[in-house]
């Protein structure tokens, strides 16, 4: 059964940090690139970060580049986000899913997606 269980959010002050950790199953992870997604109120679900299936590429939307960083454990099925000086506009719920196409115009895999992790950064 195609599951993806993501965990590590929370409410953090700005310029904070928070690693968001996604475990998958159901399905060949070591064969299929991985991308977290986010999802603001209001706005549709935005494409965060992409790592290529044995992780040596890895993709970043602008409005992240240089403060989260995307890594992968192939042996554990898991894919992690490490998000450093965090800002009141990365408040989302944030989702993991397997990709295909180009890492930078990758689209989810499945149309399965899990109960996601809320971030919020708030003083």
């Known amino acids: 059964q195609l599951q993806f269980v993501e965990s590590g959010g929370g409410l953090v002050q700005p310029g904070g940090s928070l690693r968001l950790s996604c475990a998958a199953s159901?399905?060949?992870?070591?064969?299929?690139?991985m991308s977290w997604y986010r999802q603001a109120p209001g706005k549709e679900r935005e494409l965060v970060a992409a790592i290529s299936s044995r992780g040596g590429s890895t993709y970043y939307a602008d409005s992240v580049k240089g403060r989260f960083t995307i890594s992968r454990d192939n042996a554990k099925n898991t894919v992690n986000l490490q998000m450093n000086s965090l800002k009141p506009e990365d408040t989302a719920v944030y989702y993991c899913?397997?990709?295909?196409?180009?890492?930078?115009?990758?689209?989810?895999?499945?149309?399965?997606w899990g109960q996601g992790t809320q971030v919020t950064v708030s003083s």
């Open positions: 159901g399905f060949t992870f070591s064969i299929y690139a």
């Open positions: 899913n397997a990709v295909v196409g180009a890492l930078s115009n990758s689209r989810p895999a499945f149309g399965s």
